[in-house]
């Protein structure tokens, strides 16, 4: 299975996803893919959407202290529901979406969810740090939200001025 990124500003990023309802062999394939699709482009995570599939999947690999994403470390998340948050955080945020550019965005510092793993099992999670904050991330591509929609209007401008001559000089290097 070929994955592509799908790069702002594609309409296609502002689809909601639609809930797994089926977990089949469709489902494993897209999340064996996902999964080294993510490492190879420097991510530590990965919604559906962001490679052209509008269903509500995750994938998730943060870093250990080492900077090592070991396998054991993967997180699949399907149908993620927030039952809970608390606290404020910010923290400094890309996305393989959004490429090159990184801000302070401001979430909630722990969160409960309720999900399900690939067979289709509910699960709960509490996550705080880095985890947490990734997967608030996530799950607003679900909704078809990026974190730049979280930046202030003075500084949403400046970011559409860089990235557009990022865009410009990209396609004159091709
Ligand atoms: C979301 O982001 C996230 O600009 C995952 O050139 C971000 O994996 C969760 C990436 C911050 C928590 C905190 C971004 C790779 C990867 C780039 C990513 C780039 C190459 C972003
Ligand atoms: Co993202």
Redesign the pocket.
Known sequence: MKLTIVEYPDRKLREKSKKVEVFDEKLHKLLDAMHPF?IK??????AAIQVAYATQVLVLNIPDEDGEQPKENLLEIINPVITSKNGSTV??????S?????ED?QRSETISINYQDRDGNTKTLDADG?LS??IQ??IDHLDGIL?IDKLSYSRRKKFEKEYKRMLKEKKSSK
């Open positions: 993510m482009t420097n991510g530590i995570g990965l923290y400094q945020e890309g996305c393989l959004v490429p090159s550019f990184y965005i880095l904050i990734a991330h996530e974190f």
